[in-house]
T-cell receptor
Framework: QKEVEQNSGPLSVPEGAIASLNCTYSDRVSQSFFWYRQYSGKSPELIMSIYSNGDKEDGRFTAQLNKASQYVSLLIRDSQPSDSATYLCAVKGSGSARQLTFGSGTQLTVLP | EPEVTQTPSHQVTQMGQEVILRCVPISNHLYFYWYRQILGQKVEFLVSFYNNEISEKSEIFDDQFSVERPDGSNFTLKIRSTKLEDSAMYFC?????????????FGPGTRLTVL
């Protein structure tokens, strides 16, 4: 059974701070890793993808991957109230058509 | 920017009735997926579809479910005889075939309510 684990939160940070979201996964052959943002009642919105060990930066977002530790994280710098949402970690195994396995999400609240 | 679209946004049905949920994937994408999310729970995979056939399906995707790509643009999920526990948000997603790009993009979802 492939598992993706996230701290459910809620995580609260003040505006302008760094929010740190963590995710671990059980399937060692996983190859692709994603962070989605989901606002209440809405669909998952892709914000970051990462495929190799190390850091990947996109604007205020940095994804970090450590395959040896089976660990993925997302840092949000200069957090804004509009970043308040649930952040979903998703993991995909090998093979083009393979599905995503989602974590339960971390609810982030950025306080003005 | 191209988007996945889904219709209807909300479907209310009686238990035992058939429903068809519709999706228009992004036009140059070749991999298609259905996921569902019961209120307050994880997003769960149902089925993936490529080259006009099912690639993978989860244990949720039993004989009551079917998928079809009836033409070059639509991708449908049919539930033959709905149960109360089918009430959920159903998301369609699609993925490009471009090498190295593994990103799935989700539609806005259909909220299915079974009474």
């Amino acid at each position: 059974q492939k598992e993706v684990e996230q701290n459910s939160g809620p995580l609260s940070v003040p505006e302008g701070a760094i929010a740190s979201l963590n995710c671990t996964y059980s399937d060692r052959v996983s190859q692709s890793f994603f962070w989605y943002r989901q606002y209440s009642g809405k669909s998952p919105e892709l914000i970051m993808s990462i495929y190799s060990n190390g850091d990947k930066e996109d604007g205020r977002f940095t994804a970090q991957l450590n395959k040896a530790s089976q660990y993925v994280s997302l840092l949000i710098r200069d957090s804004q109230p509009s970043d308040s949402a649930t952040y979903l970690c998703a993991v995909k195994g090998s093979g083009s058509a393979r599905q995503l396995t989602f974590g339960s999400g971390t609810q982030l609240t950025v306080l003005p | 920017e191209p988007e996945v679209t889904q219709t209807p946004s909300h479907q209310v049905t009686q238990m035992g009735q058939e429903v068809i949920l519709r999706c228009v994937p992004i036009s140059n994408h070749l991999y298609f997926y259905w996921y569902r999310q019961i209120l307050g729970q994880k997003v769960e995979f149902l089925v993936s579809f490529y080259n006009n056939e099912i690639s993978e399906k989860s244990e949720i995707f039993d004989d009551q479910f079917s998928v079809e790509r009836p033409d070059g643009s639509n991708f449908t999920l049919k539930i033959r005889s709905t149960k109360l526990e089918d009430s959920a948000m159903y998301f369609c997603a699609s993925k490009s075939r471009r090498g190295g790009i593994d990103e799935q993009f989700f539609g806005p979802g259909t909220r299915l309510t079974v009474l």
